[in-house]
């Protein structure tokens, strides 16, 4: 595969390294997907990756399209892209790209014409920049643009010929100047974008139609007068496109934003020559650029938004598969400690020190709960219940041991119904409670509002979140405040603002994954000096509250044949002897196929299985699969790690009859068993 002269030699390891080519490619095929998920959808331009090393490129849709080519068409490789280059541009335009990768200069940008599939040349605007490099400073990957200014270069030939004919108008001094001058007065007035003749000192000639509607202004009120006058300003603009043009007798341009006009303009100069190749106008060409600069600005909040959503999600799987390994250790801890103090005497010496172990493990689960609040799903049992009465129950709940604050509650009248994990939500709501009283040390005011909300496609789109109707929870204080900086890291797990030993970090990133798990949105809005408001997006349902059960409580007995499967032996051994001690007749299996095999053996002699859902070879959704075949009145009890999501829901629609979250004590483990044997 060819390259531009010079750059293989640059990488002779490459050559001898099958590693690092195959890294190389992985890398490009990484961007590859990066641009066409997140950049292609929100651009009109062509965009390319270029993997140096090996010529490979990647060409998105718009690349081939602009070009009057099917995507895929033309081969994604270095060379395609120079046989397409105009002759005349070839040479000048690979030596500013080899300039560029020679480190000479941070990016390029560069006008070259490309030949369409039709055999026609199309101007085109290539930006390009490495961004990737070996260790030795070796480019790796560049990536970069293609603009169609195709029309703006056309425009721009125009120019230069009717000043050419301006020039030879002036020399012949012929009649032929008035019609040939009324026929270019025609043509300015026509163009949209404005187009005026200055003088070395800034004062305007005149404008075409454009000018004067753009400035408000009839020609008497603008002549004589210098541009910047215009505009509100006394002196010359910090970055003119005129003086440039003057001082070097080229064309040049400029972006800026004007604030007198709250416009950003796109501002070129042309030089004028008179009969002696002297400089004694210029044209500028001034195009309001505002609509686009918006765009890109919203699509910029878009990718960033877009970004952190992806990258919480990747956090979410790996809290989800820590909080689940932990789970178990801490249900060995638990079971153990929940027999010792079952068998020990209220006086017993020991006894205190197993309560603080439980009380110990219970904390530790709190910090689980957190973990999966961050994992994809990670909710634990989902009911309708009215978000009023959950925000006013948790407000008083709060407000009883925070005296100096001042909490206002807004509600619109009735209930307003979600479906989620009630638990996790109060979590929620607890988290930003306590973060707004931290940031109002000597006291202040806290503002909880709830109302319904229709949220549209381009709302909803950036948080990944179905368009219909929610209900917006506000939550705002009068506290310190946050900077931007802080804003955008305030939703990262272990980002904290306190100090050392204060806290976890995980409080508001755990409440970003369960408010996400729920289908919704969580955003902060925030001034240093002026408060922080949090706004909590749920959507609403049409079911009707389920009303609460009562918990039983003390150990619940047995004498039925229980199959505990599992594949860790700390949760055999303790679920063995809770089990047993509840006076169940246990068989422990460790894998899945032992527990079909069992299962079958044993027949209806067989009264209960509890299952593990996350097992090695066949899980428990396999396991229950197969128990449905055989015998599918056979009640299963499903225990996890895991929090109850998308598959253990499944297994639960299926048929399952119940879910026990580890880690759970004997009293949990007695209820759970004799609910799901009842039901049978």
């Known amino acids: 595969m060819k390259n531009p002269e010079g750059i293989r030699a640059e990488h002779p390891n490459n050559d001898h390294d099958p590693d690092i080519e195959c890294l190389d490619v992985k890398l490009l095929r990484s961007w590859s997907n990066k641009l066409s998920t997140l950049a292609l959808e929100a651009t009109r331009d062509g965009v390319w990756a270029w993997h140096i090393p090996s010529g490979e490129a990647y060409f998105s849709p718009r690349y081939y399209t602009m070009l009057g080519y099917a995507p895929d068409e033309l081969p994604a490789n270095y060379d395609t892209w120079v046989h397409l280059l105009h002759p005349e541009d070839r040479a000048a335009t690979e030596a500013l790209v080899k ?33 990737e490099r070996d260790r030795q400073g070796r480019p ?9 200014i195709d029309t703006r270069k056309r425009a721009e030939e125009k120019l230069e010929r009717y000043q050419a004919r301006l020039e030879q108008m002036v020399r012949e001094r012929t009649e032929a100047l008035e019609q040939t001058s009324s026929l270019l007065e ?12 200055q003088d070395d000192q800034h004062r305007i000639i005149r404008y075409n139609a454009a000018g004067y509607r753009f400035l408000n202004m009839t020609p008497e009120e603008v002549a004589g007068k210098r541009c910047f006058e215009l505009i509100g300003r006394t002196r010359e603009c910090e970055h003119c496109a005129t003086s440039e043009c003057y001082r070097t007798g080229k064309p040049a341009s400029v972006q800026r934003y004007e604030e007198a006009l709250d416009a950003w303009l796109d501002v070129r100069a042309y030089p004028i020559l008179d009969e002696d190749g002297k400089l004694v106008k210029v044209i500028e060409h001034l195009r309001d650029i505002t609509a686009e600069k918006k765009a890109e600005a919203e699509n910029r909040i878009l990718h960033e938004q877009l970004q952190h959503a992806q990258k919480m999600e990747s956090l979410g799987t790996l809290a989800g598969g820590i909080a689940h390994d ?5 249900m060995g801890i638990q079971g ?52 009023n009465e959950l925000m006013r129950d948790s407000a008083d709940m709060f407000g009883r041991t925070r005296k100096e604050l001042r909490i206002d509650i807004a509600t619109l009248p009735g209930a307003m119904v979600v479906e989620a994990d009630r638990g996790q939500i109060e979590q929620v709501l607890l988290n930003i409670y306590v ?8 006291g202040g005011q806290l503002q909880l509002a709830t109302q319904k909300i229709e949220l549209d496609e381009s709302q909803c789109a950036p948080h990944r979140i179905a368009p219909g109707c929610y209900v917006q929870i506000s939550i705002t204080d009068t506290g310190i405040g946050m900077d931007d900086a802080t804003c955008q890291l305030i939703f990262d797990p272990f980002f904290t603002t306190k100090e050392k ?42 079911k009707n509250i389920q009303p609460a059960h009562a918990i039983a409580v003390g150990l619940r007995e047995g004498r039925e044949t229980v199959l505990l499967v599992d594949d860790e032996q700390m949760i055999i051994d303790v679920g063995t002897a809770m089990l047993s001690k509840l006076g169940y007749k246990v ?16 027949g209806k002699t067989l009264d209960l299985v509890v299952l593990d859902l996350i097992m090695p070879g066949m899980d428990g959704g396999k396991v229950f699969a197969a128990i449905q075949e055989m015998r599918p009145e056979l009640p299963v009890l499903l225990s996890s790690g895991y929090a109850l999501d998308g598959q253990a829901e499944t297994i639960l629609q299926k048929g399952c009859r119940g879910f026990i979250q580890k880690p759970f004590n004997l009293t949990e483990l007695s209820e759970h068993v004799r609910k799901v044997l009842d039901k049978g």
């Not at 790796?140 to 169609?148: A, C, F, K, P």
């Not at 932990?326 to 801490?330: Q, R, V």
């Not at 172990?357 to 530790?364: E, F, T």
């Not at 196929?593 to 044993?602: C, F, G, L, P």
């Open 435 to 442: 973060n707004a009283w931290q940031a109002m040390p000597d």
């Open 336 to 387: 153990r400690a929940s027999l010792m103090t079952l068998e020990m005497a209220p006086s017993h010496a020991h006894r205190q020190h197993l309560q603080a172990i439980q009380d110990y493990v219970l904390s530790a689960s709190s910090l689980t709960r957190q973990l999966l609040g961050l994992a994809r799903g990670g909710k634990y049992e989902v009911k309708p219940f009215d978000i």
């Open 186 to 197: 025609a043509t300015l007035d026509a163009i949209p974008d404005v187009l005026g003749i």
């Open 501 to 542: 030993g204060r806290g976890t970090g995980l409080g508001l990133a755990s409440a970003y994954g369960i408010i996400k798990n729920h289908g919704g949105m969580i955003t902060v809005a925030s001034r240093l000096g002026h408060g922080t408001r949090f706004d909590i997006y749920l959507p609403l349902s049409d």
């Open 140 to 148: 790796i990957l560049m990536v970069g643009s293609h603009v169609n």
């Open 99 to 131: 300039e560029h990768i020679d480190s000479k200069r941070e990016s390029y940008e560069v006008e070259f014409r490309l030949r369409t599939k039709s055999g026609n040349w199309l101007w085109i605007l290539g930006r390009g920049r490495v961004v």
């Open 587 to 602: 068989i422990a299996v460790k894998s899945g196929a032992e527990a079909i095999e069992k299962i079958r053996a044993m």
């Open 326 to 330: 932990f789970n178990n250790l801490l």
